[in-house]
């Protein structure tokens, strides 16, 4: 993985690189988008010719901001969704968690003119009625393997460092289907 220097959000970047096997890559993405900052994130992904994946919310941002969400799709960005409104689907019943995920899958139909494939579900939280509900519906959930926590600070240099510390698979993680599958 490298990382190039320079700016983000008018903050000083630091410069990474980190040569990986070539058989193995990192997935940059992006949670709860788009956001205020999401113009400017792809800018710079755009300036870098870098991809990345961003999860939508339904509600909040894909029927908010369709505008910024063709924008991810026609600078070649997946776009995928977390969900309609954010509720954590596994303390809601089953079908009111399969609706959550259909009104985000739709959402981002209608803005793209293609339906997701992944769900990366709200707060990473999952069961076996997720995982159904979401083979039902011809997708597959995807979480992480490292988080920046960075709505915990706004540390440029601490996100960096977690996200290359933390980068690569778990000890004992295993891949099913493609993306991660739990």
Request: proline share 8%; charged share 25%.
């Amino acid at each position: 993985m490298a990382a190039a220097a320079g700016r983000d959000l008018g903050r000083p970047v630091p410069r990474l690189v980190r040569r990986l096997p070539q058989d193995e890559c990192v997935a940059l993405t992006f949670d709860d988008s788009p956001s205020v900052r999401t113009p400017r994130i792809l800018d710079i992904l755009h300036r870098y010719r870098v991809r990345a994946t961003f999860f939508t919310l339904g509600e909040h941002h894909v029927a908010a901001d369709p505008g910024t969400v063709r924008r991810m799709a026609a600078e070649g960005h997946e776009v995928e969704t977390l969900a309609w409104s954010h509720r954590i689907v596994t303390l809601i019943g089953p079908a009111e968690a399969r609706e959550e995920i259909t009104r985000g899958r739709d959402a981002v139909a209608k803005a793209i003119g293609r339906p997701p494939v992944l769900l990366r579900p709200p707060q990473g939280r999952t069961s076996p009625t997720v995982t159904a509900s979401c083979r039902r519906l011809g997708m597959v959930q995807v979480l992480w393997s490292a988080t920046a926590s960075d709505y915990e600070t706004t540390d440029c240099a601490l996100v960096t460092r977690r996200i290359v510390t933390r980068t690569g698979p778990r000890p004992g993680e295993e891949y099913r289907d493609g993306p991660l599958d739990r």
